[in-house]
Every structure is written in C-alpha cells, then in structure tokens.
C-alpha cells in the first residue's frame, strides 16, 4: 500500500520548477542539513556518517532541522543521504574516514580488474539494498506533515565513476582520465550501468514519498566540452528521458528533475536542451547571461551564489544576493534561489539566515518596483484619455 501523506502546503518550488509564475523566488541551499549546524552534531552523535544514512529515523531527523531552524524561510527539504549509495549498492565498500572525506578501500583499477567484471555482471537489486533510504524519505514526509516538498537525488554516473576509480576525492583525477581516454569503451558501459541503476533509484524514491529530484555531477567540470559531451551527458540525458518512463510504469506522475553539472559552465545551454526541468548553476555563471539562455528554452535556473559569500559578511551577502536577484529576472518566474554548490564547514548559522532573508526583501523590493513600473500609463492609454505621453514630452 503506497504511504500516506498530509497536503502540501507550500507547493512553491515546485510550481517554479514546472515554469509557473509565482509570487515570490523559492529558496533553499545544497547540504542544508549537515555539520555546519550545531543540532546536527547532537543528533548524530557517535554514529559514522553512513550510519547516519541507514538509520531512517536519524537521516529524517538531520533532515528536519533547517526546516524547523529556518522556519518560513525555506522552501525546500532534501533527503539526508549520499551520492555514495549507488556503488555501496554495486558491491564495492565505500567508508567515511573522518577529516577526509569517503574512501573507497579497493577502486576499480582498470577492465581487468577482476571487481570490474563482478561490477558489471552483477544483478543490483536497489530496491532491496536501498530500502533504508526510501524508508528515510516516507518517514521524513509523514513527519514535514506538508510544510515544504521534499527533494530526492542521486550522483551523476560521471562523477560516481570518478569516486569508483580514484578511491575517494582527488584534485588530479589521474585514474578517472585514464579510464575515459585510455578505456573508453569500458567506461562507456560502466557509466551505462550507472545510469540505469540511478533510473530506478530515482524512481522508488518517489514512489517514497520524494516529490522533486536532483541528480548531482560534482565532477563534470573536469571534463573539457568534448568529453562532457561525450562521457557525462548522454547519460544525464538518459535518466531524465527514462525516470519519467519508470514512473509511468509504476504508476506515478512525474515530478520535476534538477541537473547540477559544477563546474561544466561550457554546457548550460547542452543541458537546456535536455528533459530537465531545472538547471543547477554554480558561481561561475553570470546571472543575467545564464537566465537569457534558460528563458530561451523555457528552463528554471537554480543557484548560484558563492557559497563562500557566507564567510564575507552582511554587505558581501547583499552585494550578491541583489546581483542573483536583478539577473534572474526579479524571481517572479525561472529561478530557485540557492547557492552555486553546497554550504561550506564553519558557516555561522546565523549568516545563512541572513542570506534568507535578503532574498526574500530584495526580490520583494524587486517585485515592488516593477509593479511600480507596470502601473505607469502606457502611451496607448494616455492617447486614448486624449493626453500626450512623457515619451512624446521628452521626445523620446
């Protein structure tokens, strides 16, 4: 029997991401809920991160708390979870060593590698070996009780390859480009199985209880245009083709999907041609360029402040904020306010809030002005009231 859920009563997020008007930009940022936050330290306690992320009542929990802590100021909660859990769900063992992040004990070191061919003949039941995040998800919509919509989401097959052969995070990435240029073919099918593995993936958490989806290529900016073209985005392209078919057949509707390709700032309007609805911006974007392109194919852009703004002080926060909220279009219609990547360690609460909250009275004040604006007699208007235009006056 499918979960019951209360009504939703914010659906703003999710009416942006469709390419509705709405009255107001939505927001929320990427790593919301994590280790920036003192109540997220007290909840996990002694468990490891990938405990956290197998307990469904701790991943609920620590997914919560920037809802409760941030109270009307967000618009959006995401599953506490990781990119992680699709190759822990191909057999390879994937572990959190603390102050360095996720380390893979054994990586794929190459096609002969007899953990390739038991990769990729294995049969990978996500449905089974993930149970614990779809239950996470059904437990955190009964307990968000229709606040905000709650996001699920799944790494890209690029960068899920680049953590499978490099053995954790890297800033070389030696292994990774050894596998594209030197075994291409075999990368090719790896990044398939990937791809079809977050397809179903994706799916079942909907069918938990997830109502928007991301999918997160971390890595794709280390990939130049050709290779990104190449290596990531037909199979980006493949899950936002293939999860709304899944959905389909399991006898869901679809639900808005996110593409998030840091770094790759060469492929923005590549990825607008795709079935996303939203596309995910980091830093390196203009505003104002990167919305000209997205309006042009009917795309929503999510982003993209400098997460490092948070560490600048108010001004700085203002200073960009007005920048994000003048170059996407007053955030009446295309835009999700959030950060160009997630919350660094070290944020102050307090500061995020901020953030918040700018948008909020600058995108209000935006709003205001061009109601202001719009309010103005048109010259059609005076003509008709037999009064001469200011243009006419000015002789304009």
Known sequence: MAPQFEPLKNDLILRTARGEKVERPPMWVMRQAG??????????????????????????????????????????AIIFSDILVIPQAMGMEVIMVDKKGPHFPEPLQGPDDKQYQEVMEREVDVKESLDYVYKAITLTRQKLA?????IGFCGAPWTLLCYMVEGGGTKLFIQSK??????????????????????EYLALQVQAGAQMLQVFDSW??????????????????YIADNVPKRLAELGLESVPMTVFAKGAWYALEDLCKTSYNTIGL??????????????????????NADPGVLYGGREAITT????????????????????????????????????????????????AAGNEASEEPSARDLAMRGEPSKNLLHGI
């Open 220 to 237: 794709a900016g280390e990939l130049s245009p050709t290779s990104f073209k190449t290596f990531s985005l037909p199979y980006l392209t």
């Open 146 to 150: 229709g606040r905000v919509p709650l």
């Open 178 to 199: 050894t596998w594209v240029f030197k075994h291409g073919e075999e990368s090719k099918a790896l990044l398939q199985k990937i791809a079809e593995l977050c397809v």
């Open 35 to 76: 280790r920036y936050l003192p109540e997220y330290h007290e909840a996990k306690g002694s468990h490891d991160f990938f405990e956290c992320c197998r307990s469904p009542e701790i991943a609920s929990t620590l997914t919560l708390q920037p809802i409760e802590r941030f109270e009307g100021l967000i618009d959006a």
């Open 320 to 367: 960009v904020v007005k920048e994000m909220v003048t170059g996407f279009g007053g955030g009446k219609q295309g835009w999700i306010a959030n950060l160009g990547h997630g919350i660094t360690p070290f944020v102050k609460p307090d500061d995020l809030k901020f953030f918040f909250e700018e948008i909020h009275r600058l995108a209000a004040s935006s709003q």
């Open 282 to 303: 980091d830093w390196l974007h203009d505003p104002a360029d990167a919305y000209k392109i997205a309006r042009k194919y009917g795309k929503v852009l999510q982003g």
